[in-house]
């Protein structure tokens, strides 16, 4: 393991540094809101004011992109674009890209800097880390190692590759104990610094030596591991490929078997719509079980849209699927989309205050033809059955394994 050297570490305890009188940067996250909590970071030299108070991963990367150095940087994973909202406002002159699996984060990372009035900031998605026309010399990397240890890994070493010569990367982990992720790095780089340390966790620093493609730790570009996984449900046992950074990645998680062991199609069954499709298990089955002629498959994590392209062509379902990647189902808001499904599956997240549940429900309710049906599934969501009762003006669920299996037709 290589020494953190003590010299070298950019900021001890920043939030232990005197307060200053009036901050250089001053941000708001969810201003409207009715619950406010103010605090100050970087030595007093950035205010938020947020509904909850960030959280303590969040904060760190505040505190980082306060501290660091660089005049091209880009973001990865952040959940509300706080440190690049930093990194642009602290340094107008400063490039700053955002980069996020998930356009739901990005969107809200747009909205927040609008909010803020910052603008200019360059919006980045796709399967992997972009390659962009110049080199950042900083990145900072939100990571997700309680939950996703393997997209973390990923994308570090994506994130040695993308980096300019010399270049930094900063990352945090909300563990002040932490061994894992400095191993990670020390691998991946061949050196690290603590950048920050506090009672909320850590930040790293690793440095880019040489060129890329000319240093002796030079890789063939990192592209993302794909798995394939065995999908059994009812008589039916299909492959299917999943990576890190999708959800439930390791094979068909519990609602969609749930849902799928219930379904049964209306007549006809021409036209079938997944909304949060995944990696598209649900869909194709149903397209196989029923000989759509249409399939619709949306999501708004970009890898979660590559596989379900991959899986449809891999099932013979090409010609026939669309893969849409949204955020908020706009291509469902067009007249050509209204009333023409005939089924609409779906197995909305559960962290979202019920928000994408809602809005899956409500697309569900315009897209769907008269007598089409809507199927959803949750586990102890009771707005689940309202949302559809309200929208349908009938719904009726079946526990099954646990989970609520919620069905409306439309009249």
């Not at 993302?224 to 990645?249: I, N, W």
């Not at 249409?294 to 991959?310: G, S």
């Not at 646990?402 to 009249?411: F, I, L, M, Q, S």
Request: proline fraction near 5%; aromatic fraction near 6%; glycine fraction near 8%.
């Amino acid at each position: 393991m290589l020494p953190i050297n003590p010299k070298e570490t950019a900021v001890n305890h920043p939030i232990k540094s005197a307060i200053a009188a009036r901050p250089e940067l001053s941000l708001a996250l969810d201003a409207e809101s009715a619950t406010v909590r103010r605090e100050r970071l970087a030595g007093g030299r950035i205010a938020i004011t947020s509904p909850k108070g960030l959280h303590p991963r969040n904060a760190l990367l505040v505190e980082a992109a306060a501290a660091a150095a660089g005049s091209h940087a880009l973001t990865v994973m952040e959940p509300d674009g706080m440190a690049a909202l930093v990194l642009r406002g602290l340094a107008p002159e400063r490039r700053v890209g955002l980069w996020h699996l998930d356009l739901f984060h990005l969107e809200r990372a747009v909205d927040v800097a609008r909010q803020n009035q910052i603008e200019r900031l360059e919006i980045h998605t796709g399967s992997e880390l972009p390659v962009l026309d110049e080199s950042p010399d900083l990145i900072i990397l939100h990571t997700q190692i309680d939950s996703e240890a393997g997209l973390t890994l990923e994308l570090v070493r994506q994130a040695h590759d993308r980096l300019a010569a010399g270049g930094k990367l900063l990352t945090c982990i909300n563990n002040p104990r932490d061994q894992w992720l400095r191993r990670q790095l020390e691998k991946a780089f061949g050196n690290l610094t603590l950048f920050i340390k506090s009672k909320g966790g850590l930040v790293y620093s690793c440095k880019r030596t040489g060129k890329p493609g000319t240093d002796q730790d030079a890789r063939p570009e990192t592209r993302f591991y794909v798995k394939t996984v065995q999908v059994k449900a009812r008589d039916t046992e299909l492959p299917f490929e999943t990576c890190y950074g999708v959800f439930s990645s390791d094979g068909l998680d519990g609602g969609s078997h749930a849902l799928l062991d219930l379904l049964k199609h209306p007549e006809p069954c021409r036209s079938i719509l997944d909304l949060g499709c995944g990696w598209g298990a649900m869909g194709i089955l149903a397209a196989h079980w029923f000989g759509a002629e249409r399939l619709v498959l949306i999501d708004a994590n970009a890898r979660a849209v590559e596989m379900a392209r991959r899986n449809a062509q891999r099932h013979g379902l090409a010609e026939r699927t669309e893969i849409r990647h949204e955020a908020n189902l706009e291509s469902l808001a067009r007249e050509a989309e209204t009333g023409v499904y005939d089924l609409v599956l779906s197995n909305p997240p559960y962290a979202t205050d019920y928000r994408v549940t809602e809005l899956f429900v409500q697309a569900a309710a315009r897209a769907l033809r008269a007598g089409g049906e809507a199927w959803m599934v949750g586990k102890n969501n009771p707005r689940l059955e309202a949302l559809m009762t309200a929208a349908f003006g009938n719904a009726a669920t079946q526990r099954h394994w646990g989970y609520d299996v919620v069905r409306a037709e439309k009249g």
